[in-house]
């Protein structure tokens, strides 16, 4: 009697140790699957932080543009670059039926009020009629890959390098008149496609 009481002591104790043991594991993958989603989170929001940050700079120097940078710079080159960092909500709002209607609308007062249809309206009616009808392999393939990343990078290059030849090197883009804004737009050009890049190397 007293041996059985022994084994089935010992067995509830091995038993015992054997929960607290996966108890102890489950607790550890529960925690390492929390700081992985937290991270993963993070990251995604960082992403689509920055993507904001990079359309606003380019919106920003599209306008500066048209009202008074009035650069020989090719600063069209903004449009396929707000075309591959727009963030998605604006992207799929301006390229379903919202975007149809304005490049509808802008197409029309282009063709039939050519008097009517202001110089500064030219960019933005091009990048909705981009977005509108752009095929899906471009759309979305090229858009949320590395190459999209790539051709983000090289006009921001462009453009910063143009910029400075135009000022009279990197001092002078920063102490000209309306020159740090104009060089800081360019260097906020940066910021998406280099963060993809340590996102994707990471």
């Known amino acids: 009697m007293g041996k059985l009481g022994y084994l089935a002591m010992k067995t509830d104790q091995t038993s015992n140790e054997m929960i607290n043991s996966d ?8 925690r390492k699957l929390a700081n992985d989603t937290i991270r993963l989170g993070g990251l995604g929001f960082g992403t689509t932080l920055l993507k904001w940050v990079a359309s606003i700079a380019a919106i920003y120097l599209l306008v500066l543009d048209r009202t008074n940078w009035r650069t020989n710079m090719l600063t069209s080159l903004l449009v396929p670059y707000i075309f591959l960092s727009l963030p998605s909500v604006i992207f799929n709002l ?6 149809k209607w304005i490049a ?12 009517h249809f202001p110089d500064w309206l030219e960019m933005p009616g091009s990048l909705i009629l981009l977005l509108v009808v752009a095929p899906h392999f471009f759309a979305h393939t090229v858009r949320d890959s590395l ?13 910063l390098q143009e910029h400075i030849r135009a000022s009279g090197g990197f001092r002078n883009s920063f102490t000209q008149s309306h020159g740090i804004s104009n060089t800081l737009g360019i260097l906020v050009l940066f910021a998406y496609p280099l963060w993809r890049l340590i996102l994707h190397f990471m």
């Open 23 to 30: 108890l102890k594991e489950f607790g550890n993958a529960a």
């Open 94 to 99: 301006l390229r379903g039926e919202v975007g």
């Open 104 to 115: 509808f609308i802008a197409v029309v007062l282009r063709l039939f009020f050519p008097r």
């Open 147 to 159: 190459v999209g990343v790539f051709i983000c990078l090289a006009i921001g290059c462009y453009l």
